[in-house]
């Protein structure tokens, strides 16, 4: 293969490769999968930067003599990097192998962050901080004093970055030398491999000059730690670090899933907590309407044809009044209360081409496989309790590797006679995207089940499942039906303008949720994060003009809705001028949303002095040129 | 600094640190004159400028406004406008308004100077476009002017620096006003296209009109302060001069200003130059002498006469990039095609057209401020806001013609932050104004139809900063305030410098005109001196 261009050199990144980073990178490979090993070994070397754009590999002879492996396997390799766009060939004297860096566009980031679950992302999180915080807390130790230099260089770099790969390739290049200030080599391939893993996502943590100051700071501590011999400090302060890093990918990741679809819902002014109370009362109202509708047909001794007919029409029908994330329904029968069918489910799937009857469930006890549903708590509760009630988290029985919630509405009878449940399951990860553009803009929140454990939110530090200990500092909210309850960190109640009240400022908020809802370009103004800042930052920003602002909010109904707002824009016109102009300023401050509609923000854009020659040289000027007698004769 | 001792006596007061006082200042300390400027306002921090901030187009709508009179900052005064057709703005500062103008750097053509002679309207400038043409190519070396000579609109005329690019969306424009036969020219601007003196290259935010963060627009803090205060100028800011005082000779003898905390201040000088502009002059004039005439009112002519170059905006809305967030704005181009008197259109004179760029993304949802909610908000504001980086607009300066009863007075009621009386703005558009108007939204709506707008929007009248005509220059103290070089014909030793002097508008910029004639005025009254009675 041979390419007509090779790159050029970008000598400020081609540093002399060190003798252990030689080693590291060069050195002998252990692996079975040799091809791969190394595929992975250069990639992570050109994403942490190490192998320079531009730059030449040795030959391929020299190359996989000293990596120990058979040129063809190398050859492999190459040609695998070469498909992915990171190494062109050339042939001649001058030609070789040479390195290409990606362009720092960060789709293949947001793709790989949005594909990931949360709990895989916290599970990436807590390797990586380990990794981080037990290198510095060895290095505090061990670290020599040209280890501390080249940090300090990598913490400077990260300041200086001008763009999110850059700064994280500074971020790869500082771990690499914690690692190896520690002195474990094992540490140092680990901190190799984890570039691959969640590292180079960093970059995306790093996008904002405050967001590489506030980092370049945190590993600055880190430094200074490592000088004084304070492991404890060390370990903390990069353990931090990596913590906020993460953190930020955890909300990057929501906002990405509140932004990837148009959610219609996030447009009406509600908070996560209004959300999560609108779910539980129409799942439980939908439930209740299976319920009754089939506990007639139940109770009055029906043939099995009958019911079963009664119950498929019910539940057809209702499927459709069901929350979009609902992804299958149908009802459980108590054990004996069907005639010939001692265990009965009749289940459906929500599919693109609408419900699908779901038989995978085995009803015959004689089975090995048979599902024995009888002692299961999302029917043996409602079997003593009669009111409905939520189950899960718990891993899909099927075996799906999925966290699944079951909602269940009790069929009774006239007499009170338990019939079964209706009954819908819901994936956490689908819970999760559909309340992606709340948690995308709540403060710290957890959506926790009667047992303590976590259902949704978006933090890291918890996983689906965990139990959740009662903390200080929360606030908390109840959802009886279910036993749910929603844990938000209080924030600090302090106003972020003098101007308005917090009460003020939500009901812009809520303005904005609904003037302004997103669509598939632009994220909802409810999934900002910084939505109510930049509020906050418009409010300020109109001086005077607060005092119609604070009147037309006195003269907006509570929670506006679309149909409120636009009676108030023919009744309050100027009110609702600077208010929507308020809240449209806040919204398109946002860099998020800037980006959206392609609208550069923040930039000097010093022009080419020699482009309006350019223009000139078009001819566009030659007709004005030809004019003559334009100028009047004036004694 | 701090406020003047009573004793002081100075060469030379200039009232005004705008444009033309600092182009006064300068040239006076240069020549060896003391000199002392007072200033209502105070410096512009470029840091505190809006236009890279995130909330831009918020604060323009309040604490940057064009007019004062929303702004409702202390050092500006405020305006009675209850009888004017047409918004004024202005902005209180050292460099004046200058800090806030659009840098659109254009002479006035020949035939401004005589449009009695020529089409029978107003009268004849006492002088004529060659008097200032030395002028003009001087003051544009000084501060760097940036355009591409040979307009065939014009005399021969260069400048110190190439133009700045058209930019997508001018040269859209451009080919279609070559379709349409009309004239057009790459925009001439007192914006650097490359460093000069201690002015950075332009960096295109685009917001030239709120005042460039990047200090490359030679706003008159930056393009001439400097040089003004290093030739020896004390400028004195927050001195909000009350009265200009009169010796028992008849003849100025100084001011006396109030410093912010209401504290009177006297200051003594051998000459007096006002440079407070259209209507800041006539206000002191009037606030000064006998009541209630005013001071140097002999012929009553102090304060009538005001034109403003009532401005129309079209904006039309495009479907291609034109990445009208660049700068500078500033003009993309310029047209003078509708400029000359055309007795078929059915009016006197003419107009001059710039083409900007807007910048922000509010500009783009203001344009369907009439739509039904419906159509401007939920889905269809994001629809809208990617309008924004598609904007051009055609601004059409119109030459109004002098009325006497378009007027500054003093109103009786309001005051500024000192207890000052606030002026009282009498305008009236014209019937040959308003014709000018029409014609010129038809014509600018043909221009944008033809580039294939797809949305159009209607300014009609855009805040006027071109204050002018108060104290017109003329032969005659009957028929005039001053002489052909600003100098009082009651007051031998007091000057106007600013756009007041102007007989008739014409339909350009000013700022050009106003500086080019007080560089011409500082240099007469620098050379007769020596037979002024009243100079030590």
Known sequence: ?635 | VSGGSVDQVVDVLIVGAGPSGSVVAHTLASRGFSVLCLEQADWVDPGDLPGSKPEFELLTRTAWHWEPNVRRRPEDYPLETSEAEAPLSMFGAVGGSSVVFGAHWMRLLPSDFRVRTLDGVAEDWPIGYDDLAPYYDRVDAFIGVSGLGGDPAYPPQDFPMPPHPLGPGGLKMAATMNRLGWHWWPGTQAIPSSSFKNMGQCVRWGVCERGCPAGAKASFDLAYWPHSSAAGTRLVTNARVARITLGSNGHADGAVWLDRDGAEHRVRANAVVLAANGVGTPRLLLMSGDQPNGLANSSGLVGKNLMIHPNRGVIGVYEDDLESWNGPAGQLIYSLEFYETDESRGFARGSKWNLMPIPGVLSALDLYRDLPFEQRWGASAHRLSRGAGRLLCWYSNIDDLPEETNQVTLDPELTDSSGLPAPHIRYRISENTRRSLDFSEQRMTEAHLAAGAVHLALDPLVPSGHLLGTARMGHDPATSVVDPFGRSHDIPNLFIVDGSVMVTGGAMNPTSTITAFALRAAEHLADTAPTMTTMV
């Not at chain 1, 040799?34 to 070994?41: E, G, L, N, Q, T």
């Not at chain 1, 015959?364 to 509760?381: K, L, V």
């Not at chain 1, 819901?426 to 926790?448: G, N, Q, T």
Request: proline share 6%.
């Open chain 1, 1 to 635: 293969v041979t390419e007509d261009a090779s790159p050029d050199v970008d000598p400020s990144e081609d540093e002399a490769l060190s003798v252990p980073t030689r080693t590291l990178l060069f050195g002998p490979l252990g692996s079975t999968d040799v091809s791969s090993a190394v595929v992975h070994r250069l990639r992570a070397a050109i994403g942490l930067g190490l192998l320079a754009h531009g730059r030449r590999l040795p030959r391929e002879a020299d190359l996989a003599a000293e990596m120990g492996i058979t040129t063809f396997a190398l050859r492999e390799a190459l040609a695998t990097l070469r498909r992915q766009g990171l190494l062109v060939t050339k042939a001649g004297k001058y030609g070789g192998s040479f390195v290409v860096h990606p362009p720092d566009n960060d789709e293949l980031e947001r793709a790989e962050l949005l594909s990931l679950s949360s709990p895989e992302l916290r599970d990436l999180g807590d390797w990586r901080q380990m990794l981080a915080s037990h290198a510095a807390a060895l290095a505090a130790h061990r670290a020599s004093d040209s280890n501390m230099v080249t940090l300090r260089l990598y913490a400077d770099r990260v300041r200086q970055a001008r763009t999110g790969p850059e700064a994280r390739r500074a971020h790869g290049r500082f771990h690499l030398e914690l690692a190896s200030a520690a002195q474990s080599m094992r540490l140092t391939r680990a901190e190799f491999a984890v570039h691959e893993q969640i590292d180079w996502l960093f970059g995306l943590a790093l996008r904002t000059k405050k967001e590489r100051v506030d980092s370049a700071r945190t590993l600055s501590t880190v430094v200074d730690a490592l000088e004084d011999q304070d492991s404890v400090t060390a370990r903390a302060a990069a353990e931090s670090y990596v913590a906020t890093l993460v953190k930020r990918l955890a909300q990057l990741r929501l906002e990405l899933i509140a932004s990837g679809e148009p959610h219609q819902v996030a447009a009406d002014g509600s908070t996560l907590e209004s959300e999560v109370g609108s779910i539980v009362s129409r799942l439980v109202t939908s439930l209740a309407a299976v319920a009754s509708d089939v506990a007639p047909a139940m109770d009055g001794g029906s043939s099995f044809q009958e019911l079963r007919t009664r119950v498929s029409l019910t539940s057809l029908q209702r499927l459709e009044a069901f929350p979009a994330f609902v992804k299958g329904a149908g009802i459980v029968a108590e054990v004996g209360a069907v005639p010939d069918h001692p265990y009965w489910i009749q289940w459906w799937l929500k599919t693109e081409s609408g419900p699908v009857e779901d038989n995978h469930h085995v009803m015959d006890p004689e089975r090995e496989d048979f599902y024995d549903y009888q002692d299961m708590p999302f029917i043996a509760e409602p079997r003593l309790t009669h009111v409905p009630g939520a189950y899960g988290p718990y891993v899909d029985y099927g075996g799906v590797d999925d966290y699944i919630l079951t909602i269940t509405s009790p069929i009774l009878g006239t007499g009170g006679t338990f019939f079964g449940v209706s009954c819908a399951d819901i994936r956490v990860a689908d819970l999760e995207s559909w309340l992606a553009p709340w948690l995308a803009s709540a403060a710290e929140s957890y959506l926790i089940n009667g047992q303590g454990r976590m259902i949704v939110s978006n933090a890291v530090s918890h996983g689906i499942g965990d139990v959740m200990t009662r903390q200080d500092g929360f606030h908390e909210v109840e959802f009886p039906v279910f036993g749910w309850r929603l844990l938000t960190r209080a924030t600090e109640q302090r106003s972020r303008t003098d101007m308005l009240t917090t009460e003020e400022l939500l009901r812009l908020r809520e303005v904005a949720t609904v003037l302004l809802p997103g669509d598939g370009v632009s994220p909802p103004a409810g999934s900002l994060p910084a939505l109510d800042d930049l509020i906050a930052a418009a409010v300020t920003a109109i001086g005077p003009e607060v005092d119609l602002v604070r009147d037309g909010l006195a003269a907006l109904p509570g929670q506006p809705r679309w149909d409120e707002l636009r009676e108030f824009s023919s009744t309050h016109p100027d009110e609702f001028e600077v208010i929507s102009t308020v809240v449209a300023g806040a919204y398109f401050m946002s860099p998020t949303v800037l980006d959206s509609i392609g609208y550069p923000h923040g930039q000097r854009k010093p022009v080419r002095n020699d482009l309006v020659v350019d223009e000139l040289e078009t001819g566009v000027l030659d007709p004005v040129l030809a004019r003559t007698g334009m100028v009047r004769v004036s004694p």
